[in-house]
T-cell receptor, first 114, second 114 residues
Framework: AQSVSQHNHHVILSEAASLELGCNYSYGGTVNLFWYVQYPGQHLQLLLK??????LVKGIKGFEAEFIKSKFSFNLRKPSVQWSDTAEYFC????????????FGKGTRLSVIA | DGGITQSPKYLFRKEGQNVTLSCEQNLNHDAMYWYRQDPGQGLRLIYY???????QKGDIAEGYSVSREKKESFPLTVTSAQKNPTAFYLC?????????????FGPGTRLTVL
């Protein structure tokens, strides 16, 4: 079965630290990749997505992700986190045909402390 | 404002009772989804619908049922056959062209079965 792995369950960082959250998937071939974020008390929302082209994707709030096909990875990064980045982050994948629903990872909870 | 509404926010039921969770969207989206979110488990797909009067089982459909009689509504019934119904339930919608379209999520319903 296709799957998405997020190896970090809970990450704790100080403000201004750099962030990298891992995401690996098991689909063969090309894929569509997403990061969704769930801030405390808010709706889950799209952070960024990759379909094709430049493997470095920019999202909202200074986040970016890099698609590395050879590693089946789509890691999320931010150079300097803020307290407001405290949230749960979900990686998701669907095949390029788009005819199969998204498969979500188990999520990574990020806690940013002052 | 366009968006997805789920009601109620919190729901308590006795074991053995069926309960229906409401999901309404005014985004004119064709596709709608129900997910279950448990701590450390990410989002798991229960049912999805790409068009009115049609829906498909997701990964964990056992013990759940849905209907899609109107484009804007996709209610989920948690039946007494669901072995562990206590969870946070999220509804989402997308424009529906493909499953790669951005999904928009509601605020969720937290169901507790006593």
């Amino acid at each position: 079965a296709q799957s998405v792995s997020q190896h970090n369950h809970h990450v704790i960082l100080s403000e201004a630290a750099s962030l990298e959250l891992g995401c690996n998937y098991s689909y063969g071939g090309t894929v569509n990749l997403f990061w969704y974020v769930q801030y405390p008390g808010q709706h889950l929302q799209l952070l960024l997505k990759y379909f094709s082209g430049d493997p470095l994707v920019k999202g909202i709030k200074g986040f970016e992700a890099e698609f590395i096909k050879s590693k089946f990875s789509f890691n999320l990064r931010k150079p300097s986190v803020q307290w407001s980045d405290t949230a749960e982050y979900f990686c998701a994948v669907t095949p390029p045909s788009g005819n199969t629903p998204l498969v979500f990872g188990k999520g990574t909870r990020l806690s940013v402390i002052a | 404002d366009g968006g997805i509404t789920q009601s109620p926010k919190y729901l308590f039921r006795k074991e053995g009772q069926n309960v229906t969770l409401s999901c309404e969207q005014n985004l004119n989206h064709d596709a709608m989804y129900w997910y279950r979110q448990d701590p450390g488990q990410g989002l798991r797909l229960i049912y999805y619908s790409q068009i009115v009067n049609d829906f498909q089982k997701g990964d964990i459909a056992e013990g759940y049922s849905v209907s899609r009689e109107k484009k804007e509504s996709f209610p989920l019934t948690v039946t007494s056959a669901q072995k562990n119904p206590t969870a946070f339930y999220l509804c989402a919608s997308s424009s529906g062209g493909t499953y790669a379209d951005t999904q928009y999520f509601g605020p969720g319903t937290r169901l507790t079965v006593l």
